[in-house]
């Protein structure tokens, strides 16, 4: 098993800044990417961004040039700085890793998904 840990968000207003981290711990042999999704009621949950373990990003088009993932401090973890943000930014962000738990599963890219309980973002117009 894998856990998350998920910290930042809150209420910000528009054009301000904040950063999220999520950590994950747990016994695995690699992350195969590990990033953010966010969610507003009766939406689908979206993809915001993400990195690999070959340090490939990945973002969303709402937030390119404004959002930047990056590897935390911390061992397996994530940082993402959210800059610019606008009211449609509004969501709940969730955390989410897909880890390899052998090396066996790396071997043929077999990764299990794992999801934080999320973090509220509200930003104010």
């Known amino acids: 098993q894998v856990q998350l840990v998920e910290s930042g968000g809150g209420l910000v207003q528009a054009g301000e800044s904040v950063s999220l981290s999520c950590a994950a711990s747990g016994s695995f042999f690699r992350i195969k990417v590990m990033g953010w999704y966010r969610q507003v009621p009766g939406k689908e949950r979206d993809v915001v961004a993400s990195?690999?373990?070959?340090?490939?990003?990945r973002y969303s088009d709402s937030v390119t040039g404004r959002f930047a993932i990056s590897r935390g401090t911390a061992e397996n973890s994530v940082h993402l700085q959210m800059n610019s943000l606008k009211p449609d930014d509004t969501a709940v962000y969730y955390c989410?890793?897909?880890?390899?738990?052998?090396?066996?599963?790396?071997?043929?890219?077999?990764?299990?998904?794992?999801w934080g309980k999320g973090t509220l973002v509200i930003v104010s117009s």
């Open positions: 989410y890793v897909a880890v390899y738990h052998e090396f066996t599963d790396y071997l043929h890219d077999r990764g299990k998904d794992y």
């Open positions: 990195i690999t373990w070959q340090d490939k990003l």
